[in-house]
């Protein structure tokens, strides 16, 4: 919004010598945003004056209008002689007085004047029009002074043609309707600076007659609690707006349009009320305020046709014929937001319907996002607008409109008033202090609020109890409830909507007294014994799998209830059993995650779609599995903080939250080069991926079984189950090549995920004795039933081997013909060495006979090639 300066001043007397600084300062102050302040001096640089048309000469042989103009300047260009200057601007006559720019001068965009010879003549500066100084729209002809304009040639036309004023565009926040206004603005400036405030609200108007200025039927008196309206007829059609006032829309970014119009904008940014004129001969009947039905369209005054939705309050004529809501009109206004071409002010409009109301900002901010369109009167609108202003704007529009268009005001004035008084705070005195620590004090605390224009009363809170939600103690969580001669009851005025709460009055004394003594001082840590050890279990965990390779994603926790068919869940899986949210953020996700692979594996997909071919993710995060039976949490007020058993209560009703860590892989997993081959990714990785996320945690090897399963979405022939201490923690493999289908992602995709809730606590391990001692290593191949998992027999090899045995690792896997049918060969490398001697080579032998036997005896092992 931006407003000149010198119109805050008619309300407000601020200092005289106030600096661009100075006012932005004090606004910032404030709390209001302030996005520039321009001095409209600076806009026009060099020299820009009066000048008197002394001689025009006709130039002819061009395709348009030229003439040669010679000027009287005075003595701004340094010789007093007339300016010669060629113009193609028809709409002026010898003795006109123009505004003239100099060479020298630029012209705001960046536009420089000089001499030039053009259409055979010299033209030294251009006779300015108001679009070329920023001051209006008009670019059909130059700017011609009013004869009442007391200048003369080779004065400064600065002044004449209001760039002599400094405008400032502020960013007015959502709660702060009262301020995207001049009477806003100047209330809050007086505050900064302790001057005299005069409020254009408070001017006297009259009440409402016994016969109405027009007849009107509020239906929805929800949605319009008030409305008002005065007639003028007889005004002139062609009375254009004073120049006064289309310097101010100008400067505030309003284009004028006609009087009456120019007026309902001009009182708009006056009082921060909008209106609406309609032209009264243009109705045909009563007029009606209600909602929408479906079906109804309006053609609004940009041109576009509507479709109406049954949540938009509309302003209906009921004497116009089609009507889709019986005696309820046919709609001629989107309420508060536009008007309809219908009923719009025309150039021959002579009788004009002033109207004035105050609608309800949720409806109306729903109406301006449905249709797109953001007015400026439904930003006001959306933000809280006085109620007590309608009767006062309808007696300046009038007011206006009467002095400088004609007509005669009619005496009738109709004002339907359902609006509800404001609704009293009580606040305990000392509650800014609280909150702030600053000593304010009682009698402190009253001022401040009272300069706000809250009427400030001290109570006792047992007085008010019967006042609903006004009756509640602002005292924070855990304060005792108001009472006693410390306690405040608050009516707030009628232009602050925003004032609800106690923390409002809170926030509204602190601001006013100054942010900036509020003291910072930072709050003392409380003493604690670091991480716990599920949080450095986490953190080792996934430091481990970024040191493998892997990229961490946080992905949001909500899913929709089609992911688990896409999954492949069975009918009777648990994790179909979602907790879904009251108020989810997109109506196609509104159920939150019983695993980490659904959201998971959307990450993947968006990084496939975006070029990304070899991709391995992973992520640490909680997922959601509801509880039998819990119930619905309790309903918990405000006005107290719950006990104990409301806490448990909660908490019972929640659902588990157990953390899990899953990873994805898909691609190749070593990329090819002139070294060679590249290897695609595989379930084996994932199985190892696992392996290594439980060493990461703490768990000793020994306590970990991998064996084959079958759980969705894993493939079923490739699927590993991970066991610690016989207890299932999680699953790796190879996802199905249905999910696969299904999602859209490569062949072979493998994944992992494992309930990090579900491991035991990890065991307090001593730092291993390093042996300097040479190892020894004998690699062994068995053949046995392809059925047996390497896994086990690599568990036969250690035990059956002995303490002499350091370490096992499977590295070939063969199977042929020659082996028989159903039957395949493991190769082991193992590792034998003492702490404490040099091994002989018959110590080595005999461990290695020993595990070898050990597998046979369980297996039915044989050495290859024995």
Same mark, same amino acid.
């Given at each position: 919004?931006?407003?000149?300066?010198?119109?805050?001043?008619?309300?407000?007397?601020?200092?005289?010598?106030?600096?661009?600084?100075?006012?932005?300062?004090?606004?910032?102050?404030?709390?209001?945003?302030?996005?520039?302040?321009?001095?409209?001096?600076?806009?026009?640089?060099?020299?820009?004056?009066?000048?008197?048309?002394?001689?025009?000469?006709?130039?002819?042989?061009?395709?348009? &209008?030229?003439?040669?103009?010679?000027?009287?300047?005075?003595?701004?260009?340094?010789?007093?002689?007339?300016?010669?200057?060629?113009?193609?601007?028809?709409?002026?006559?010898?003795?006109?007085?123009?505004?003239?720019?100099?060479?020298?001068?630029?012209?705001?965009?960046?536009?420089?004047?000089?001499?030039?010879?053009?259409?055979?003549?010299?033209?030294?500066?251009?006779?300015?029009?108001?679009?070329?100084?920023?001051?209006?729209?008009?670019?059909?002809?130059?700017?011609?002074?009013?004869?009442?304009?007391?200048?003369?040639?080779?004065?400064?036309?600065?002044?004449?043609? @209001?760039?002599?004023?400094?405008?400032?565009?502020?960013?007015?926040?959502?709660?702060?309707?009262?301020?995207?206004?001049?009477?806003?603005?100047?209330?809050?400036?007086?505050?900064?600076?302790?001057?005299?405030?005069?409020?254009?609200?408070?001017?006297?108007? &009259?009440?409402?007659?016994?016969?109405?200025?027009?007849?009107?039927?509020?239906?929805?008196?929800?949605?319009?609690?008030?409305?008002?309206?005065?007639?003028?007829?007889?005004?002139? &059609?062609?009375?254009?707006?004073?120049?006064?006032?289309?310097?101010?829309?100008?400067?505030?970014?309003?284009?004028?349009?006609?009087?009456?119009?120019?007026?309902?904008?001009?009182?708009?940014?006056?009082?921060?009320?909008?209106?609406?004129?309609?032209?009264?001969?243009?109705?045909?009947?009563?007029?009606?305020?209600?909602?929408?039905?479906?079906?109804?369209?309006?053609?609004?005054?940009?041109?576009?046709?509507?479709?109406?939705?049954?949540?938009?309050?509309?302003?209906?004529?009921?004497?116009?014929?089609?009507?889709?809501?019986?005696?309820?009109?046919?709609?001629?206004?989107?309420?508060?937001?536009?008007?309809?071409?219908?009923?719009?002010?025309?150039?021959?409009?002579?009788?004009?319907?002033?109207?004035?109301?105050?609608?309800?900002?949720?409806?109306?901010?729903?109406?301006?996002?449905?249709?797109?369109?953001?007015?400026?009167?439904?930003?006001?609108?959306?933000?809280?607008?006085?109620?007590?202003?309608?009767?006062?704007?309808?007696?300046?529009?009038?007011?206006?409109?009467?002095?400088?268009?004609?007509?005669?005001?009619?005496?009738?004035?109709?004002?339907?008033?359902?609006?509800?008084?404001?609704?009293?705070?009580?606040?305990?005195?000392?509650?800014?202090?609280?909150?702030?620590?600053?000593?304010?004090?009682?009698?402190?605390?009253?001022?401040?609020?009272?300069?706000?224009?809250?009427?400030?009363?001290?109570?006792?809170?047992?007085?008010?109890?019967?006042?609903?939600?006004?009756?509640?103690?602002?005292?924070?969580?855990?304060?005792?409830?108001?009472? @006693?001669?410390?306690?405040?009851?608050?009516?707030?005025?009628?232009?602050?909507?925003?004032?609800?709460?106690?923390?409002?009055?809170?926030?509204?004394?602190?601001?006013?007294?100054?942010?900036?003594?509020?003291?910072?001082?930072?709050?003392?840590?409380?003493?604690?014994?670091?991480?716990?050890?599920?949080?450095?279990?986490?953190?080792?965990?996934?430091?481990?799998?970024?040191?493998?390779?892997?990229?961490?994603?946080?992905?949001?926790?909500?899913?929709?209830?089609?992911?688990?068919?896409?999954?492949?869940?069975?009918?009777?899986?648990?994790?179909?059993?979602?907790?879904?949210?009251?108020?989810?953020?997109?109506?196609?996700?509104?159920?939150?995650?019983?695993?980490?692979?659904?959201?998971?594996?959307?990450?993947?997909?968006?990084?496939?779609?975006?070029?990304?071919?070899?991709?391995?993710?992973?992520?640490?995060?909680?997922?959601?599995?509801?509880?039998?039976?819990?119930?619905?949490?309790?309903?918990?007020?405000?006005?107290?903080?719950?006990?104990?058993?409301?806490?448990?209560?909660?908490?019972?009703?929640?659902?588990?939250?157990?953390?899990?860590?899953?990873?994805?892989?898909?691609?190749?997993?070593?990329?090819?080069?002139?070294?060679?081959?590249?290897?695609?990714?595989?379930?084996?990785?994932?199985?190892?991926?696992?392996?290594?996320?439980?060493?990461?945690?703490?768990?000793?090897?020994?306590?970990?079984?991998?064996?084959?399963?079958?759980?969705?979405?894993?493939? &079923?022939?490739?699927?590993?189950?991970?066991?610690?201490?016989?207890?299932?923690?999680?699953?790796?493999?190879?996802?199905?090549?249905?999910?696969?289908?299904?999602?859209?992602?490569?062949?072979?995709?493998?994944?992992?995920?494992?309930?990090?809730?579900?491991?035991?606590?990890?065991?307090?391990?001593?730092?291993?004795?390093?042996?300097?001692?040479?190892?020894?290593?004998?690699?062994?191949?068995?053949?046995?039933?392809?059925?047996?998992?390497?896994?086990?027999?690599?568990?036969?090899?250690?035990?059956?081997?002995?303490?002499?045995?350091?370490?096992?690792?499977?590295?070939?896997?063969?199977?042929?013909?020659?082996?028989?049918?159903?039957?395949?060969?493991?190769?082991?490398?193992?590792?034998?060495?003492?702490?404490?001697?040099?091994?002989?080579?018959?110590?080595?032998?005999?461990?290695?006979?020993?595990?070898?036997?050990?597998?046979?005896?369980?297996?039915?092992?044989?050495?290859?090639?024995?």
């Amino acid at each position: 919004m931006r407003i000149p300066v010198s119109w805050l001043r008619e309300h407000v007397e601020l200092p005289a010598e106030l600096s661009a600084e100075e006012l932005d300062q004090a606004l910032v102050n404030l709390g209001i945003e302030v996005e520039s302040i321009v001095d409209l001096r600076g806009t026009v640089t060099g020299s820009l004056v009066v000048g008197e048309v002394l001689e025009i000469e006709e130039l002819t042989g061009f395709k348009k &209008p030229i003439r040669f103009v010679r000027v009287d300047v005075g003595a701004a260009n340094g010789t007093g002689e007339p300016q010669e200057i060629v113009c193609g601007a028809t709409n002026f006559a010898v003795g006109d007085r123009v505004v003239v720019i100099l060479p020298g001068g630029v012209l705001p965009g960046g536009f420089a004047i000089g001499a030039r010879k053009t259409y055979g003549r010299n033209s030294n500066g251009m006779i300015c029009s108001a679009r070329e100084l920023g001051i209006g729209d008009d670019h059909a002809g130059i700017l011609v002074l009013p004869e009442d304009v007391p200048a003369k040639p080779g004065d400064d036309a600065r002044p004449v043609v @209001g760039l002599d004023d400094v405008v400032v565009e502020v960013e007015i926040t959502p709660d702060r309707g009262y301020a995207m206004s001049v009477r806003g603005l100047a209330r809050e400036l007086s505050h900064a600076f302790e001057v005299p405030f005069r409020d254009p609200g408070r001017s006297p108007a &009259p009440g409402a007659t016994p016969e109405p200025a027009y007849p009107v039927r509020v239906v929805d008196t929800v949605g319009c609690d008030r409305f008002a309206a005065r007639v003028v007829r007889g005004i002139d &059609p062609a009375a254009e707006s004073p120049k006064w006032m289309r310097q101010r829309l100008t400067h505030a970014g309003i284009r004028t349009i006609s009087l009456p119009v120019d007026i309902t904008n001009y009182l708009m940014l006056e009082l921060g009320q909008p209106m609406h004129a309609f032209d009264l001969d243009a109705l045909r009947g009563e007029l009606v305020i209600r909602r929408a039905v479906p079906g109804e369209r309006l053609t609004t005054l940009d041109g576009v046709d509507r479709a109406l939705d049954p949540e938009d309050l509309v302003i209906c004529d009921a004497g116009l014929p089609g009507s889709m809501a019986g005696d309820g009109g046919v709609p001629i206004s989107l309420a508060a937001v536009m008007g309809g071409e219908t009923s719009e002010v025309a150039d021959s409009t002579v009788n004009v319907l002033f109207e004035a109301a105050h609608w309800d900002p949720v409806v109306v901010g729903r109406t301006a996002r449905r249709h797109r369109l953001f007015s400026e009167a439904a930003k006001r609108w959306e933000r809280g607008v006085d109620p007590a202003l309608p009767l006062v704007a309808l007696e300046r529009a009038v007011e206006l409109l009467t002095t400088y268009g004609g007509g005669t005001a009619g005496a009738e004035v109709l004002d339907v008033d359902h609006v509800s008084p404001p609704r009293r705070i009580v606040i305990d005195a000392d509650l800014p202090a609280r909150r702030a620590g600053v000593p304010y004090g009682a009698a402190r605390t009253v001022a401040l609020l009272e300069r706000v224009g809250c009427v400030v009363a001290v109570g006792d809170a047992r007085s008010v109890a019967g006042n609903g939600r006004a009756a509640v103690a602002g005292n924070g969580h855990g304060g005792r409830h108001a009472s @006693g001669p410390d306690t405040l009851v608050v009516t707030p005025p009628t232009w602050r909507p925003d004032l609800t709460d106690p923390a409002d009055l809170v926030e509204e004394v602190i601001r006013l007294d100054g942010f900036d003594k509020v003291p910072s001082v930072l709050p003392v840590a409380p003493p604690g014994r670091g991480l716990t050890p599920e949080q450095r279990r986490r953190r080792s965990v996934s430091r481990t799998l970024a040191e493998s390779g892997f990229v961490e994603v946080l992905t949001p926790p909500f899913v929709a209830a089609e992911l688990f068919d896409l999954l492949g869940l069975p009918a009777d899986d648990p994790r179909r059993t979602a907790a879904r949210l009251a108020n989810p953020l997109a109506d196609t996700e509104p159920l939150m995650r019983t695993m980490l692979l659904g959201t998971l594996l959307g990450a993947v997909r968006r990084n496939l779609g975006r070029g990304h071919r070899d991709v391995a993710l992973y992520e640490i995060g909680m997922v959601f599995l509801p509880r039998p039976g819990a119930g619905t949490p309790p309903a918990m007020g405000v006005d107290h903080r719950p006990g104990d058993e409301e806490f448990r209560a909660a908490d019972a009703a929640l659902p588990d939250q157990p953390w899990r860590v899953a990873a994805v892989l898909t691609g190749e997993v070593e990329p090819a080069g002139w070294w060679g081959p590249g290897r695609p990714a595989g379930w084996a990785d994932a199985v190892e991926a696992g392996r290594t996320v439980l060493a990461a945690a703490g768990i000793p090897g020994e306590r970990v079984v991998v064996r084959q399963a079958e759980y969705a979405p894993w493939h &079923p022939g490739r699927c590993a189950e991970f066991r610690v201490d016989d207890v299932p923690v999680g699953h790796a493999g190879e996802l199905h090549p249905a999910v696969l289908a299904e999602l859209d992602l490569p062949p072979r995709t493998s994944a992992l995920e494992i309930d990090l809730d579900a491991l035991p606590s990890a065991p307090v391990v001593p730092a291993p004795r390093i042996s300097g001692y040479p190892p020894a290593l004998i690699d062994v191949a068995l053949v046995l039933d392809a059925a047996v998992p390497a896994e086990e027999v690599g568990r036969a090899l250690a035990e059956g081997a002995g303490e002499l045995l350091e370490s096992i690792r499977l590295f070939d896997v063969y199977a042929s013909e020659q082996l028989g049918p159903g039957r395949r060969s493991l190769a082991y490398k193992l590792v034998f060495r003492a702490p404490d001697r040099t091994l002989t080579g018959e110590e080595a032998v005999a461990a290695r006979d020993a595990a070898v036997a050990e597998a046979a005896r369980r297996f039915g092992a044989v050495l290859r090639g024995a």
